[in-house]
Every structure is written in structure tokens, then in C-alpha cells.
């Protein structure tokens, strides 16, 4: 029971997972700005930037519901504690189950319908703008993230992400067997995050906020919990589906090329982020139907007779 | 999809200057929107009747930030046409220095300001920070980065000297290799030609209608730009392109900043190679003879129009002063038609609103 | 197009003289009846080519207080300019908004700013005056002024 809660609320759960998600918002922060010529935040200012949202006034325009709004981003961050359970971190899973793929990318569904919801009852025209939005946008690119996670499951004949990740020590990463997959992964986590070039539904320029423009003090906190929490979850799902971690005889070792990878796929969130202006939504919803679900299908096909 | 009303303004991230827009949308679609302007009126021209022809100097640097000299300079000459007086060669060099130094400064803040629009916030930093480079050269010349101080009545208030000069030159230079690369960036980077191209075009014809003037009708094919065409000293002694293109949207609007951007900095070569010898300011009397006089003159947003009338006191007795942005703005409501929500930033950045100016 | 043909032209559709301003470059000024503006205006625009109004400035001069004076500036290769007279207490002008859709912002401030009523259009709303001014037209001479 008590070993339960450690791993619930220390490792890999809770403390563990808000600690990395702190850290890769450091580690995304300090590289924008150091492609955009300036110097970036010091370490601790995410965290900084954390406490001093819970000490803000919280406040929401008349008309707007004030217990849908406390309650969604929480339900959002138990979905994506919850679904970062299930993720080996450098080999370690106290919870995995035959099918948790199925369920983490259920969970990770689930703060976008929170965002929708909280733009619908924000009441405010931004809000529901970039709710309407968050939802068009969600239908281009989850179609192709979910046929390109499906080639490593395939591949490996385990919808067990532990499992996954252990059939790579036998056959290799395998993202040398599906880059395109890769590919479209890592466009398919860049819209689910929400970032540049896909942040249409918060726009700054045409909503100001999105849905959460309304958003204040404890409220918003949780948010940004959940979008920090996210992109690591998302991260980790990524390179457990893709790379894996070699057998070795060290644990720390394995631990280090744990957080190498994740390095690696921050810095090529960081790198798109930075170097491409935003789609328009229409332009997103040719691309992710027109590009994207072929090149995902084919992929998939791929894999199929491979595996075959 | 239901009809709405997005309120941009007085404030919204997307505005420099409080404007007021509603726009009416429905869906991703825009409908068209209606404009309300006002919100930093001070009544410069009614200001300008109470005050000095010298103390008017200063009232009218203050109108706008970003094409500050170039109001003074227009104003300073008018007043020097109803004086009689022709100010000394080089420092009409100066004054022109000083018009394509901002010009230059006002189109790298402009790309700053749509690059961010956009979402691409790596060419919005690279591009200011070319600014800061221009605003050190305006600093070093003037003293000042924004608000140079840099006309007076009869010449300008300071001189280059040789070392000053090098200065400058070295850092025309580096400017000239970093601004080449940001220019170059923009113009083959794919995301902002995929956001811009064929965005709210604007025909020739209402350009005309409209009286739009400055690169917006530039970039539909209207050959216009008072530096050639009814030139101040000493633009008439100088070489330069003015730059058109043929398409009229939101990219050619692009393309043309940023060639102009190349030719101002050529400019400015020519203007420090070009400049004479000699004193800087010529003494003019304080009472100014009666008389009325019409100054054109191409701010980095086009022509700027400055009508002076004088009953030989120290006070003027009118100024109108008519700015490029007021023409563009009524070219709003017609671009808002047929185009995205996600177009509106575009469309607000293309014409380069400059609202100190409009408003006055 | 000179200044000689122009006033001939001028002449032919509205009656004119000549003057002369003093300037920097040359800028002509022609005097034009206000009944006649709008036909003069629609020669310009549609038979002459000349579109491109640059502003419209009002005043009224101490010698002639009791009239306010209407310049509209216009540009072709070089600098033409209008002008009309209007009595103050009778401050009406023809509206040119339907030739030269470009005005209507200058129409606006003209009227907001020294209380010119432009007639055939539907609705003049102030440009840059704020809703809740009340102190009248504040660039007409008052009382106090030299």
C-alpha cells in the first residue's frame, strides 16, 4: 500500500512527473530564446512562474461557470498523471498491462476535450474561438498520430508500451524502421501540445488566449501543469515507441540514455517550434488530411507486411 | 455558423496603437468589420497655432515615433519656404541620412511586427535586433534613439565629424551583412510566403479610389513615391529604385519592404559619400513672412502632406498636416472581406498602421 | 498636363481664375464655385486622370472671417490644388464621396473639426473627436483668437 503511494504520487507518478514537466518547459524556454538571439530564463523559472500563478486573484467574466472551470483542468491532470503511469521510465513500469497504449492515447485525449469545454464555458468570444478551433485542429491530426503509433505495436505484437519497449532490444530502435511514422508522431505531439507551428487554437495575434483566456490564478496553474505534464508524457510515450532503451548492464546507464533521448526530442520540439510561423487552420486540415493520413496509411501498410 | 462580433481594440495584443475594430465573423470566416479611430487624437494642428514656429518643431516631432524626423523634416522646410531660405547643402544630406535611417528602422520593425503576427517570433527577434543596430547609429549621429531632435528652423542641430563619420560607416556595414541575411530569410522562408500569398489582394483601381499611398500602393502596381517625385533636397541629386510589385497582397506588401529596406541602405551610402563640406544651420529670423505653402514628403508609409500658412507673426496662423496611415485606414473595411480570422493580423500588418500618425 | 491647358479646361467646365501660390515647388491653385464642385471633380477623376487627393484643409483667414475657406490638394505629377469658399453660417458642401471614395476620412474630420455639413451623404460620424464632445467645432476662429 505504501509502496502504491510511492509510486502514485513520488515515482513515476506525481512529484516525479511535475519535476520533469518543470524541466523540459526550462529546457524549451532556454533553447527558443537561444535561437532567437536572447538569453533565456534561469532554472527555476518555471517553477517561479508556477507559485506565482497560485497566488494570483482568480476571477472569471459573469455568466461563466465557475465549478466546470476549477474542475476541468483538474480532471485534465489526473488524465495525464495518469497516463504517464504507464510509461517505462528507463526501463521501470510498476503498472503496465497488455493494451495501456490504447489507454494512454484515451487519456491523452482527454485534456483536449477539457480545452474545448473550458472555451465553451468561459463565455468569452476567444474562449470559444479557440475551443471551436482546438477541436478542428484535434480532428487533423489525431487520425495520423494514431496510425503512426500503431506501426511500432504492430511491429513488436504488443499493444503494451513496456512490452514495446522491450521488443526494441531484440530488433533494434525502431525508428529506423518507421521514420515517416516518426515523423508523423512528432507532427502529430506538436498539435496535441498545442505549440508552434500548431498553437492555432491560442493564437496570441487572432485569440489572444484561446480557451484559456479567461483563465486565472489556480486555475491557469493547473493548466500549465497540464500542458508541462503533457509534453513530457508525450515525450516519454515517443521515445519508449520509437527509440528504446538498450539492454545494459548499469541501471544509471540506462537512465542516462533515458534522459539523452528526451534531450533530443525536446530540442527537435524547440528547433520546429522556433523556425516555422503558424498554420492557418485550413492550411493544418489539408496537410493533416491530404499529407498526412496517406503518408500514415502507406506507413502502416509498410509495417504490416514487414512484420509479415 | 452563427454571426459574431470579435471587438479588437482599443486594446489586443495584435494593436501597437488603440484602434477600434469590430468584425463580424462567422465561423473561420470574416463578413467585413467597421473601424473607430480617435483614441490618441491630441489636436496637434489646433496645438500648433498657440505655439512658436521653433516650439512647433517639438510638436511635431512628438506626433508619431516611428516616422518622427520625417514630420519635422516636411515641417522645417515648409517653413523655410515661407522664409525665403535655402539651408546649407550638407545639411540636407543630413536630413536625408536621417529619413532612410528610419525608414530602414521603421521596415525592420515591421517585419518584427509580422513576423510575429504570424507566429514566427525568431524573425521577430533577429529583425529587432537589427533595429537596436539602426537605433545605435541614430543615437550616435543624434544623441537620441527615438526622438532625435535632429531639425531646427534653418539646418539641422548637430555635424558629423570625420571619426563620427567612420563610425557610422562601420556600422552601416554590419548592418548591411546582418539585415542581408534576415532579408534573405524572409524571402525564401516558406511559412510566412504560405500565410501571406494571395491574402486580401488589393487592385490597382482602389489604390486609386482610395488615395492609398506608400508601399500598400506600391505592392498593386501603382508607381508612386514622392522621394522621386516631387523630391525634397537632396533627393533630387540621388539614385535610387522605388520598388513595385505587381500583385497587391499581403506578400508583395512584403516584398516590397524588404527590397526597400535594400535600397535605403544603399542610400544611405550614397548620402555619406555624396555629402559636402560646410556649415549645418543658417540663422533665420524668428517672425515668419506672410504666406502659405504645400510640403510633400515619403515617410516610411508613404506621402505625408503639410500645409502652412503664415501671417508674419511667430505664430502659424494653419497647419494641416494629412499622414499616409489616415489614407490607408479606410482601405480596412474593404480588405476585410474574403479572408480568415487567421488573415486579420496579416492584413492589420500589411498596411503598417502607424495611429499617432492618423490620429494626430 | 500644364497649367494653361488645365485652366482652359477648368474654364470650360466651371468658370475659374488662377492663382499663384508661393512655395518651394509649384503648386497651382484654381478657385472654383462651390456649385460647380462635384462636375469638376467627376472631370478630374473621369476624364483627366487626376484621382489622387491628397487632403482636404480648411481655415478661415482674419481678413475674411465670416467664410470658411476649403482647399482640396491634389497630386499629378505636380501639385494642384482647389478652392471653394463657404459662408459660416450656411457650411454646406457637395459631398464627393461617391467619385472619390477616399475622401470620406477627410470628409469627416472637416466636418467634426469646423462644423461643414456634406450634403449627399447619408451619415457624417466624427473621425477623431471623442463621443461625448460638446465644445462645438474647435478649429473655427473663436472670439478669443487674434
Known amino acids: 500500500m505504501l509502496e502504491g503511494l510511492f509510486y502514485l504520487l513520488v515515482f513515476p507518478g506525481l512529484g516525479f512527473q511535475i519535476t520533469c514537466g518543470l524541466a523540459f518547459e526550462w529546457v524549451d524556454r532556454k533553447l527558443l530564446a537561444r535561437f532567437q538571439r536572447r538569453v533565456g530564463p534561469r532554472w527555476y523559472q518555471p517553477l517561479a512562474d508556477l507559485i506565482k500563478l497560485f497566488s494570483k486573484e482568480d476571477l472569471l467574466p459573469t455568466g461563466a461557470s ?43 485525449s482527454v485534456p483536449t476535450l477539457a480545452y474545448y469545454l473550458a472555451g465553451m464555458a468561459s463565455v468569452g468570444i476567444y474562449s470559444i474561438l479557440g475551443g471551436a478551433r482546438s477541436l478542428l485542429q484535434y480532428f487533423s491530426y489525431e487520425v495520423p498520430l494514431l496510425l503512426a503509433l500503431s506501426g511500432p505495436a504492430i511491429l513488436s505484437g504488443s499493444w503494451s508500451v513496456a512490452d514495446i519497449m522491450a521488443s526494441q532490444a531484440e530488433l533494434g530502435p525502431f525508428i529506423l524502421y518507421q521514420p515517416v511514422g516518426f515523423g508523423l508522431a512528432v507532427a502529430g505531439l506538436i498539435g496535441k501540445l498545442k505549440r508552434d507551428p500548431l498553437d492555432i487554437p491560442k493564437a496570441t495575434s487572432e485569440v489572444v488566449a484561446g480557451s484559456l483566456t479567461e483563465f486565472t490564478g489556480t486555475k491557469l496553474a493547473f493548466w500549465h501543469l497540464v500542458m508541462d505534464v503533457q509534453a513530457v508524457v508525450g515525450i516519454f510515450l515517443l521515445i519508449n515507441l520509437y527509440f528504446g532503451v538498450p539492454a545494459v548492464y548499469s541501471p544509471w546507464l540506462a537512465v542516462l540514455i533515458f534522459v539523452g533521448e528526451a534531450l533530443l526530442m525536446t530540442f527537435v520540439l524547440s528547433a520546429t517550434s522556433a523556425v516555422f510561423a503558424r498554420l492557418r487552420i485550413d492550411q493544418l486540415a489539408g496537410l493533416g488530411w491530404r499529407i498526412l493520413v496517406p503518408l500514415g496509411l502507406a506507413q502502416l501498410l509498410f509495417v504490416i507486411f514487414m512484420g509479415v | 455558423m452563427t454571426k459574431t462580433t470579435i471587438p479588437i481594440g482599443p486594446q489586443h495584443p495584435l494593436l501597437k496603437e488603440p484602434i477600434s475594430l469590430n468584425i463580424d465573423i462567422s465561423g473561420e470566416d470574416v463578413l467585413g468589420g467597421s473601424l473607430r ?26 506626433i508619431c515615433g516611428i516616422c518622427s524626423h520625417v514630420h519635422t523634416t516636411t515641417y522645417c522646410y515648409a517653413v523655410e519656404s515661407l522664409l525665403g531660405v535655402e539651408i546649407p547643402v550638407r545639411a540636407q544630406y543630413i536630413r536625408a541620412l536621417m529619413c532612410e535611417l528610419e525608414r530602414i528602422h521603421s521596415h525592420l520593425l515591421w517585419f518584427g511586427i509580422l513576423a510575429k503576427h504570424v507566429g514566427l517570433e525568431m524573425v521577430f527577434m533577429h529583425s529587432w535586433h537589427n533595429r537596436e543596430i539602426v537605433l545605435d547609429i541614430m543615437e550616435a549621429l543624434s544623441g537620441g534613439r527615438v526622438i532625435h531632435a535632429a531639425n531646427q528652423i534653418g539646418g539641422v542641430r548637430f555635424d558629423l565629424d570625420a571619426e563620427r563619420e567612420a563610425m557610422v560607416r562601420n556600422m552601416l556595414h554590419k548592418l548591411e551583412e546582418q539585415v542581408g541575411g534576415v532579408l534573405d530569410g524572409i524571402v525564401h522562408e516558406t511559412s510566412i ?16 479610389q482610395y488615395c492609398v499611398v506608400g508601399p500598400v500602393a506600391r505592392a498593386s502596381g501603382v508607381d508612386v513615391d514622392m522621394r522621386r517625385d516631387d523630391p525634397l533636397p537632396p533627393y533630387d541629386r540621388l539614385d535610387f529604385n522605388v520598388i513595385t510589385h505587381q500583385d497587391g497582397d499581403a506578400w508583395a506588401r512584403t516584398m516590397v519592404r524588404v527590397e526597400e529596406t535594400r535600397e535605403s541602405l544603399k542610400l544611405c551610402e550614397m548620402i555619406l559619400d555624396q555629402m559636402p563640406g560646410g556649415p549645418v544651420t543658417t540663422r533665420v529670423s524668428r517672425k515668419v513672412p506672410a504666406g502659405e505653402t504645400v510640403v510633400r514628403s515619403e515617410a516610411p508609409r508613404g506621402e505625408v502632406f503639410y500645409y502652412l500658412r503664415s501671417v508674419g507673426s511667430d505664430h502659424p496662423a494653419r497647419l494641416k498636416i494629412r499622414t499616409p496611415t489616415l489614407a490607408a485606414l479606410s482601405l480596412i473595411p474593404v480588405q476585410l472581406s474574403e479572408i480568415q480570422v487567421a488573415d486579420i493580423p496579416v492584413v492589420l500588418a500589411g498596411i503598417d498602421l502607424c495611429i499617432a500618425c492618423a490620429d494626430r | 498636363m500644364n497649367e494653361e491647358t488645365m485652366l482652359s479646361k477648368l474654364k470650360t467646365v466651371a468658370g475659374s481664375e488662377v492663382v499663384r501660390l508661393a512655395t518651394v515647388r509649384n503648386e497651382v491653385v484654381f478657385s472654383i464655385p462651390v456649385e460647380k464642385w462635384v462636375d469638376v471633380v467627376s472631370a478630374l477623376v473621369e476624364d483627366w486622370g487626376i484621382y489622387h487627393l491628397s487632403a482636404i484643409t480648411l481655415q478661415q483667414r482674419e481678413e475674411s472671417p465670416e467664410e470658411i475657406e476649403v482647399m482640396y490638394h491634389f497630386w499629378h505629377g505636380l501639385g494642384v490644388t482647389f478652392r471653394l469658399a463657404v459662408p459660416v453660417d450656411r457650411p454646406e458642401l457637395p459631398s464627393i464621396i461617391a467619385i472619390i471614395p477616399g475622401a470620406d476620412f477627410y470628409e469627416r474630420e472637416a466636418a467634426e473639426m469646423f462644423g461643414i455639413v456634406f450634403k449627399g451623404r447619408e451619415e457624417t460620424p466624427p473621425l477623431l473627436l471623442p463621443d461625448d464632445w460638446d465644445q462645438g467645432p474647435p478649429l473655427r476662429r473663436k472670439e478669443t483668437d487674434d
Open chain 2, 193 to 208: 510566403r504560405a500565410r501571406t500569398r494571395g491574402v486580401a489582394p488589393i487592385t490597382a483601381e482602389q489604390i486609386r
Open chain 1, 66 to 108: 465557475d465549478s466546470i472551470a476549477t474542475i476541468l483542468p483538474l480532471v485534465s491532470l489526473a488524465a495525464v498523471l495518469t497516463a504517464g503511469l504507464y510509461i517505462p521510465m528507463a526501463g521501470f513500469t510498476p503498472f503496465s498491462f497488455e493494451g495501456d497504449l490504447i489507454v494512454i492515447l484515451f487519456l491523452m
Open chain 2, 37 to 62: 479611430i480617435g483614441y490618441v487624437h491630441r489636436g496637434i494642428e489646433r496645438l500648433a497655432q498657440e505655439r512658436t514656429y521653433v516650439q512647433n518643431v517639438h510638436l511635431i516631432e512628438r
